[in-house]
């Protein structure tokens, strides 16, 4: 681009006479004729150089001076002062305005072009030397390390960060060669790079550590080809990851901790469970002994027609009772295998015939009078089978104990219908003494028993253990109930893809 000159002055043939000296130095000249034309002209095409003639009517050379040397946009323009003016005091008013030089009028040809000429090289390389110490000062102030290299890895130069990059490990000089900074493997690694780098290959990004234990640092290089004195190097930009680097290898080690915490406690719990399922075999084997001497007994007598109607009625009980209490130790030992090892199977179950054969079991087991059972049409469900018998022997023998003082003890079996997620809602319901809103909420609790429990047997145990069985299966339970006037439980668990065919309420018990 051809150097910019301004002419200033009030008469236009003087414009046109410096105009015709300067042509043919191929500059590029504009002009005004007076001082608050060239003010604006100067912001409009912000000339290398303004030739400034001192005498002007309105706003002579000096004024204008001034305001050029005040504003930011065009303060730093060198301002030659024409003037036919040649004493020392005009001079020095010129230079106290701001102007760089003078010359004389009339002008010569061959000192206008060489001053002219000199003063625009003078403030290019101004120009230039402001933009190298700009650009000086944002490389040294950049956040990353910045290292110029040639082609063959040599160090042209760097910033601050760069330098300290470049100091080797074992001997704290600079290296001359980028990959002479780094220990091996990753002086070979940088190589190859700076060779691809070197050829207009884009390399991509390399990481690189440096040093060991605390003062281990790592970086990712990335590089690219830049003009240098007319001959391309490579500036290599080094983005410090250390903190990243580390924080990820902290996180991984706490992971491959929490790993091994995990394995250790899985083993922990598998051990455990070995351990309550060979406690809950030794369990069975003891218990099932002495029981199956008490069955086997009861069941010589308790068809005799010998013994006295009275005395079978309680044989008959006993008899019951043992062979409830078989089928009980028979089902937690098969749901501790099954939770054991994880293969509680779930499957297409009518719960109808096992809730009627638990109910009359335990209706057998009653004294009389004894509970009138209705049991409803009940949908297929997806569960185990165990879960049904265990679940519906505690609710319906706790809706037979505590309707007991009843003339005519009454526990209804049904479905009332669908939750909003497409489970069966099964109930229990009873004619017995009911509970209050209040002791509802902590029917499910271990250890909690009604206040119309009293004189009644059991730990408060029961329905807290099927609530999490329950549970387990994807279900849930709760209850309703009212002093005085019964209660009714309820059971919410996924039925099957198919129901059972409907059956009218009929009556079962003995």
Not at 108 to 125: H, I, K, M, P, W
Not at 157 to 184: I, K, P, T
Not at 289 to 315: F, H, M, N, R
């Amino acid at each position: 681009m051809s150097p910019k000159i301004l002419i200033v002055d009030d008469d236009p043939s003087n414009i046109v006479t410096l105009e015709s000296m300067l042509i043919p130095e191929g500059y590029a000249l504009s002009s005004a004729f007076d001082g608050d034309e060239a003010v604006v002209k100067a912001k409009e095409v912000l000339p290398d150089v303004i030739l400034l003639d001192v005498m002007m009517p309105r706003l002579n050379g000096f004024e204008a001076c001034r305001r050029i040397r005040a504003d930011p946009v065009i303060g730093r323009v060198p301002v030659l002062m024409l003037t036919a003016l040649d004493d020392s005091e005009s001079r020095l008013e010129g230079l106290s305005c701001g102007a760089d030089d003078f010359i004389s009028k009339p002008c010569r040809r061959e000192e206008l072009r060489a001053r002219v000429r000199t003063v625009v090289s003078l403030n290019r390389f101004r120009i230039i030397a402001e933009q190298r110490e700009r650009f000086q000062r944002l490389f040294d102030l950049a956040p990353d390390p910045i290292v110029l290299v040639n082609r063959a890895g040599q160090v042209l130069g760097s910033n601050e960060l760069g330098r300290s990059v470049l100091v080797r490990d074992n001997g704290g000089v600079e290296a001359d060669h980028l990959a002479d900074a780094f220990a091996a493997p990753e002086d070979t690694a940088v190589r190859g790079w700076l060779n691809q780098l070197a050829v207009g290959v884009e390399p991509g990004a390399l990481t690189l550590s440096k040093g060991t234990g605390a003062s281990r640092r790592v970086f990712i290089a990335r590089g690219t080809l830049v003009p240098d004195q007319g001959v391309p190097a490579c500036m290599v930009v080094l983005s410090d990851i250390t903190a990243e680097v580390l924080a990820r290898e902290a996180l991984e080690k706490l992971n491959r901790e929490l790993d091994d915490l995990v394995r250790a406690r899985t083993q922990q719990l598998e051990d455990a469970n070995q351990l309550l399922l060979s406690y809950a075999n030794f369990v069975s084997h003891d218990l099932r002994s002495p029981l199956s001497a008490v069955t086997g007994c009861l069941s010589l007598v308790v068809d005799d027609p010998t013994i006295p109607a009275e005395a079978k009625t309680w044989i008959e009980q006993g008899y019951q009772g043992a062979l409830t209490l078989g089928d009980l130790i028979t089902n937690i030992l098969q749901l501790a295998q099954d939770e054991h090892r994880g293969t509680t199977s779930f499957q297409m179950v009518d719960p109808g015939p096992v809730i009627t054969r638990v109910a009359e079991r335990l209706c057998s087991m009653q004294r009389p009078p004894r509970p009138k059972l209705m049991v409803g049409p009940l949908p297929l469900l997806n569960v185990s089978a165990i879960l049904v018998e265990r679940v519906f022997y505690n609710l319906v023998g706790n809706a037979m104990k505590y309707s007991a003082h009843r003339s005519q003890p009454l526990v209804e079996i049904g479905c009332s219908g669908t939750s909003p997620e497409g489970n069966a809602i099964l109930f229990v319901r009873d004619n017995g003494v009911g509970f209050g809103a209040a002791e509802g909420e902590r029917l499910f609790k271990e250890f909690s028993r009604l206040s119309t429990s009293e004189g009644r047997e059991g730990l408060g145990l029961g329905l807290s253990l099927v609530a999490r069985l329950i549970k387990s299966h994807h279900g849930r339970i709760w209850a309703e109930g009212r002093p005085g006037e019964g209660a009714t439980f309820f059971v919410e668990l996924p039925v099957a893809t198919m129901e059972a065919p409907p059956a009218p309420m009929t009556p079962a018990g003995r």
